[in-house]
């Protein structure tokens, strides 16, 4: 939900902030975290104030991939839209604490469902945002009008439903138990075609910033970090799959680090502890954002292991370095 669309429907920003209980120093952290209540205030609050009944609808269609922050920049980096998909499932819980897409495979497609927390799950606006939201951004990724099989909403069919066939453009279910669109496995499997150009300098100005931090050599655990430093984002690679990429077994692999007295795990580690620091210093990214590309599922397992390394939280680190 963006409080710059609600303001474009004539609702007064300040207005809003004060009847969700929000303040504009809360939502400039990098790390505040929205409180649940206060997303529910706020969108009743655009609710009461907005005459156009599918305001929801109209605010996803206009969803590009950046708003979802580092999750939706490194989506945009994904092979397929698929791919896509599949990290967005993963790291959700970076977005929202009460956000949870899954994936459902059937024969030749995929249900995509959306869940969020239960006061809005079946709230109309809440609910059109979320998924024409996935749409876009899955139509964004192809640079193709993609058009679902089925369109799941869980509210009773509204008296005019023009906007809906218009934007989905294919059949619609209304009062069902999901938020979720059924896409064909051939659109999935797309190429992702979307590209940002300002992303792209933002994250090479990371990548050189880390980068510099592995230093030079052409060792093995060089060659290795490099790899995981490509691909964490998606999830730790197993040693088969760096091998793949390095052109060399998994055993060959693990005897050349062995040979120069680490192993895979210790060189991952040492990464991680290597690009923690310049990425928590930029300043740009939460905590859980950092988490997610040094490929922690979990954000509290890389502030638990940040700890360990720096004797202090994440957050205490970055003030002390700011």
């Not at 952290?29 to 104030?49: K, T």
């Not at 995509?112 to 239960?118: G, I, L, P, Y």
């Not at 055993?251 to 192993?263: A, I, W």
């Not at 928590?280 to 890389?302: C, I, K, N, T």
């Amino acid at each position: 939900m963006h409080l710059e669309r609600a303001t474009r429907f004539g609702v007064p920003r300040a207005e809003l902030l004060r009847e969700a209980r929000l303040t504009e120093e809360q939502l400039g952290d990098p790390d505040a975290r929205v409180p649940r209540s206060a997303i529910i205030r706020l969108w009743h609050a655009v609710a009461s104030r907005v005459p156009d009944s599918a305001f929801g609808l109209q605010y996803g269609a206009e969803f590009r991939l950046r708003e979802f922050g580092l999750v939706g920049y490194t989506m945009g980096f994904s092979r397929t839209v698929g791919a896509a998909l599949a990290r967005l499932v993963r790291y959700d819980r970076i977005l929202s604490e009460t956000l949870a897409v899954t994936l459902e495979a059937e024969d030749d497609a995929t249900w995509v469902r959306v869940d969020v927390e239960a006061a809005l799950r079946s709230f109309r606006p809440a609910a059109d945002f979320r998924l024409a939201a996935l749409l876009s951004g899955c139509r964004e990724l192809a640079a193709a009008a993609l058009v679902p099989l089925t369109v799941q909403l869980p509210y009773r069919r509204p008296p005019d439903v023009r906007e809906y066939e218009r934007f989905y453009r294919g059949p619609l279910e209304f009062g069902a138990l999901a938020t979720a669109l059924l896409l064909r496995n051939d659109d999935l499997a797309r190429p992702v075609r979307v590209a940002d150009e300002t992303l792209t300098r933002y994250l090479d100005r990371l990548a050189e910033q880390t980068l510099t931090a592995l230093g030079g050599a052409t060792t093995l655990q060089t060659r290795v970090r490099r790899v995981l430093f490509a691909e964490l984002s998606e999830g730790v690679p197993t040693v088969d799959r760096v091998g793949r990429v390095l052109g060399l077994s998994a055993r060959r692999l693990q005897r050349g680090l062995r040979l120069e007295g680490t192993t895979f795990a210790a060189v991952l580690t040492q990464l991680r502890h290597d690009m923690a620091g310049p990425l928590l210093r930029d300043g740009q990214l939460a905590v859980a954002e950092v988490a997610f590309l040094l490929g922690y599922q979990d954000p509290s397992a890389f502030q638990r292991a940040f700890r360990r390394w720096a004797g202090s939280s994440p957050r205490a680190y970055r003030r002390a370095a700011g």
